[in-house]
């Protein structure tokens, strides 16, 4: 005799199966935060320190036009997580934590009410466990708030659909499930630009039920339009902003290359990416270490398998004799998630996909309960029945994504030389070493210079608030200072000339070094060449050359208490307008006898705004000669900003350069 299915489950079973599986979904996300990712990465910093930045300053605006463009939604959950948590693991991450939650709670209510309770299970499940998931859940930035906003407006679109299919319906409810799908929906835009997608899946299913399903389109058609019009209401005023700010969205410029490159009759790119995109569940993948490990696709070889399997059951359907509605939503839904990975560099990108990641997880689920239901029908003889075949097959599916997913996100990922230098691992490994075992707070370390995120990394992972910090490019520079001070060289700028002028490197088993730093010479100090108005005193010089290169040396003392113009944390990249250039810069120039510049070079291997007074530091500068004539010159040296041009005056002498020495070629 055949048995029901799918079998049925209590209430209060079904309550503490789906409270099991969203308290696996918050531990797996909210677990050992510095473990993965194993520091900081710049985009979430931007978000969190700037773009939320300005709601911590009261400026309240739907969009922001730092960072190429943020909606403002996150940055209001986020601001508020800040203020409760503090900027920490919690503070700046803790909206990404919640949203992801939220994701699984809505996969499993959504995918309950259109289908079975078996395949939400095993839907919400491999959500929980899935890479793509945890990735974009354990990172303080927006992109997975738009599965949530996406998930709910489904979810409330469904509730009135079926509301409407009930003999008796009660217009009201009805009405208010289609209201509240708008609402979330249009509420959804100021998300991530993603969501934009969300109408346009609605309107694509309403196109499909005109074909296949009029009966149902002639009963719901104004309350789908009820919907859009709310969500288009809701809009207005990110529409309105983006209008009066046309050039707030560099990044999907950007970013659309084979869209360009289609407008200009080359197609190549498009069908590539279009490929390399459909590939992305199965054999291929994102390239990009940032998030992800290169061309992992989203499942493993079972998941793989369902996954494509459910594709072809849906399709069947679709449009086949049933022409199911709720399949063909799904499929459109996936459809319109994934076409931006398409459409947009890098192909496959599970950020510009993440739209279509909650419905992924459906695919494979529903081909693990069709065949249960397919063996459930025929009663194959001398097969165990079809509820344990489902279960069989489930577990190989989240058994292999379970482990695949966790081993790739918290042994694979964080591991890689590459994505350690884009989180900034070495100086979070760094400041947990010197938080245990430093006997001074007077320290520096050395990164690029080019951006201050490795600084803010530092500063978040430094417990305690009287640590004295400084910066430099161990390539170009190096820092004295009074007291007991110890440096940090991160593995990328080892081995640089100013790294090896400081004392031996402690014995650590660690890819970074911490060296002592030398006390100023204080002797040496009393010599002074220039004594500039902001603060700066050049003590001495020297010169040589190598390989065709005029190499010098030159020796700055902080006499007081640096003056310095404004310099504001900015977004990466700024906002238009804003002006990210160093506000200090050395010069050396070689002059000609009639004062002409012939040859030169500037920049600071230092960060002045986190010198201290009596602080010193040592610059070695190089001018090619290959393009010098022979001759005598004047070397020059002096101070000056580059976002001004304007030079510092050296109070010695009045004038805006120093001459070291008459110099000849």
Do not use: C
Request: hydrophobic share 45%; charged share 15%; aromatic share 12%.
């Amino acid at each position: 005799m055949r048995s029901d299915w799918p079998p049925a489950i209590q209430h209060r079973t079904e309550i503490l199966l789906v409270v099991t599986i969203v308290v696996l979904a918050l531990i797996l996300r909210i677990i050992a935060p510095w473990y993965a990712p194993r520091g900081w990465r710049d985009d979430e910093l931007s978000s969190a320190l700037v773009v939320t930045g300005h709601v911590l300053d009261g400026d309240f605006r739907v969009y922001y036009p730092d960072a190429s463009g943020h909606e403002g939604l996150y940055e209001y959950f986020q601001a508020a997580t800040i203020l409760t948590f503090g900027p920490g693991p919690l503070g700046i991450r803790g909206p990404s934590i919640l949203f992801g939650t939220m994701a699984v709670l809505l996969v499993y209510l959504i995918t309950r009410r259109l289908l079975d309770w078996p395949t939400a299970t095993i839907a919400s499940i491999a959500l929980t466990i899935s890479f793509w998931s945890l990735m974009y859940s354990r990172t303080g930035q927006r992109h997975i708030s738009v599965t949530v906003t996406t998930l709910l407006s489904f979810y409330f679109l469904w509730r009135g659909v079926q509301a409407s299919d009930e003999d008796d319906p009660k217009f009201k409810i009805q009405l208010l499930y289609f209201g509240l799908s708008g609402v979330v929906m249009g509420l959804g835009f100021y998300t991530y630009f993603a969501s934009r997608g969300v109408p346009l899946i609605v309107v694509i299913w309403a196109g499909y039920l005109l074909i296949w399903k009029r009966e149902l389109l002639h009963r719901i058609w104004w309350e789908v339009a009820l919907t859009l019009g709310l969500a288009a209401l809701i809009s207005i005023p990110l529409v309105a902003t983006l209008q009066a700010q046309p050039h707030a969205e560099t990044r999907v410029n950007e970013v659309a290359v084979p869209i360009k490159d289609a407008q200009a009759g080359n197609f190549s790119i498009l069908s590539h990416y279009a490929l390399t995109t459909i590939s992305m569940f199965s054999h291929d993948g994102d390239e990009e270490w940032l998030y992800n490990v290169p061309h992992r696709p989203v499942f493993g070889v079972p998941g793989a398998i369902l996954f494509w399997a459910g594709i072809i059951i849906s399709l069947v359907m679709t449009f086949g004799v049933q022409h199911d509605s709720r399949i063909a939503f799904l499929l459109i839904w996936l459809a319109g998630g994934v076409a931006p990975g398409m459409l947009s560099v890098p192909a496959a990108s599970l950020g510009h996909t993440i739209l279509a990641q909650p419905v992924t997880m459906i695919f494979p689920a529903l081909a693990v309960t069709r065949i249960g239901n397919w063996l459930n029908e025929r009663q194959v003889s001398n097969i165990p029945n079809s509820a344990s075949i489902v279960l069989a097959l489930a577990l190989i599916f989240l058994g292999w994504e379970a482990i695949r997913g966790i081993y790739d996100y918290w042994v694979v990922w964080p591991a890689n030389s590459y994505n350690r230098v884009l989180h900034y691992t070495d100086l979070h490994e760094a400041a947990v070493w010197l938080n245990q075992n430093a006997r001074t707070h007077d320290i520096a370390f050395g990164g690029f210079l080019l951006e201050r995120w490795d600084q803010q990394a530092m500063k978040l992972d430094l417990r305690g608030s009287d640590w004295r910090v400084r910066v430099f490019d161990p390539r170009s520079a190096f820092i004295e200072i009074p007291g007991d001070g110890l440096a940090v060289i991160p593995e990328y700028v080892k081995d640089g000339w100013g790294g090896n002028q400081l004392g031996t490197p402690l014995l650590l088993n660690a890819p970074y070094e911490i060296r002592p730093i030398n006390l100023p010479d204080q002797s040496a100090s009393n010599h002074i060449l220039a004594r500039f108005d902001n603060g700066l005193v050049l003590n001495n010089y020297d010169t040589q050359v190598e390989n065709n290169t005029l190499i010098v040396i030159s020796k700055w003392h902080v006499e007081r208490a640096l003056k310095l113009p404004p310099f504001p944390l900015l977004s990466k990249p700024p906002a238009p307008g804003q002006d990210d250039r160093p506000r200090l810069a050395i010069f050396i120039q070689l002059l000609n006898s009639a004062g002409e510049r012939i040859e030169g070079a500037d920049g600071l291997g230092v960060d002045p705004y986190t010198l201290y007074p009596d602080d010193v530091f040592y610059q070695r500068m190089i001018i090619p000669l290959d393009s010098v004539p022979s001759g005598k010159y004047q070397l020059i040296i002096g101070l000056y900003n580059p976002s001004s041009s304007q030079r510092h005056l050296n109070n010695l002498t009045g004038r805006d350069f120093v001459v070291l020495q008459n110099w000849d070629h």
